[in-house]
């Protein structure tokens, strides 16, 4: 820290840990610390879309008490009749959403997200988190003044965005050779460890999952597909789509074109191997595997190409 005048300026490099609530940013949030703590100006921020998986945001909370993050809670504002874009709110693990509410607000503004459409990480957790930061002094644009960075590990490689030099973004665990099995590994060692199955993950019925994933889910509870099918019925057809005419305005969630409805009808044929069937190993050519490998937690900038 120097001085101009009267007027403190902080001289240390800035640092943004993106925390999206899963082992990998859990774990890549403690390295980045304990390394840097001291040297530069840091900021942890989780943004909360209100379809978080309870766990989560427990273990949100347990990974800042126990390792002291500093974890800054965000959920967005989305502005209606406004040519405005999506700006924080700061809340916390009490008053953090958990019936969808920064969700439904931002498609009722810009509709149901897809394949087509993949907007809902940008506007609910990227346009939120640079929100903060500038509000912080972190400035991104021409003259971005700090780096981001992001828990993609050494095993999804494929993921790191083709842009990262130019807007600064950073991949400790591939760096450190972390794997999803020694995440799991080393998080095994804590009381407080995230709880969540596999196929749950972080949103639980986000759309990027696999066919298979969202079939089993379906077959685990119904209940889970609660907010998008409520989303289908009173925003599915959307203002922009409208000029489509009646037939080609519609939006769905899931890949294909597909609604809850679709999903719940498969899932109740029955005629596929659970994603937990100890028979089905994991990866394969069947359709049915085919997501966009971000489909556990989403980190911000992972679509960047």
């Known amino acids: 820290m120097k ?14 840990i ?3 609530g899963g082992r990998s940013s859990a774990v890549m949030t403690k390295l980045l610390l304990d390394e840097h703590r001291d040297t530069h100006n840091i900021r942890v921020t989780f943004a909360n879309t209100g379809e978080e998986h309870e766990d989560t945001l427990r273990f949100v909370r347990d990974c800042d008490r126990n390792w002291g993050f500093g974890v800054v809670w965000l959920e967005a504002v989305v502005h209606h009749g406004e040519k405005k874009g999506v700006t924080h709110k700061i809340v916390d693990y009490e008053s953090a959403s958990r019936n969808g509410e920064p969700f439904r607000e931002f498609i009722k503004k810009y509709g149901i997200p897809n394949a087509t459409t993949p907007q809902c990480t940008t506007r609910l957790k990227t346009d939120v988190m640079e929100s903060y930061l500038k509000s912080q002094g972190f400035v991104r644009g021409k003259g971005i003044n700090y780096d981001t ?27 450190a050779g972390h794997t999803k099995e020694s995440i799991k590994e080393y998080m095994s060692q804590f009381s407080w460890d995230l709880r969540i ?14 066919l298979r994933k969202h079939l089993t889910l379906m077959q685990d509870d119904e209940s889970i597909f609660d907010f998008p099918e409520q989303m289908e019925e009173e925003f599915g057809c959307h203002k922009a789509d409208s000029a489509a005419g009646d037939g080609y ?51 911000v900038y992972a679509d960047y190409v």
């Open 3 to 16: 001085t101009q005048g009267a007027i403190e300026v902080e001289d240390r490099p800035k640092l943004s």
């Open 18 to 20: 993106s925390f999206s």
């Open 149 to 175: 960075a992001i828990g993609i590990r050494a095993d999804e490689i494929d993921r790191i965005s083709a842009k990262r030099k130019e807007q600064r973004l950073i991949y400790p665990l591939v760096k």
């Open 197 to 210: 199955p596999e196929h749950y993950g972080n949103c639980v019925w986000c759309w990027k999952k696999t």
């Open 249 to 299: 305005g519609r939006r769905w969630f899931f890949r294909k074109h597909m609604s809850v409805q679709d999903l719940r009808d498969l899932a109740h044929k029955g005629d596929f191997v659970r994603f937990d069937d100890p028979s089905f190993s994991g990866w394969s050519e069947d359709d049915m595997d085919r997501g966009s490998g971000c489909e556990e937690s989403c980190e």
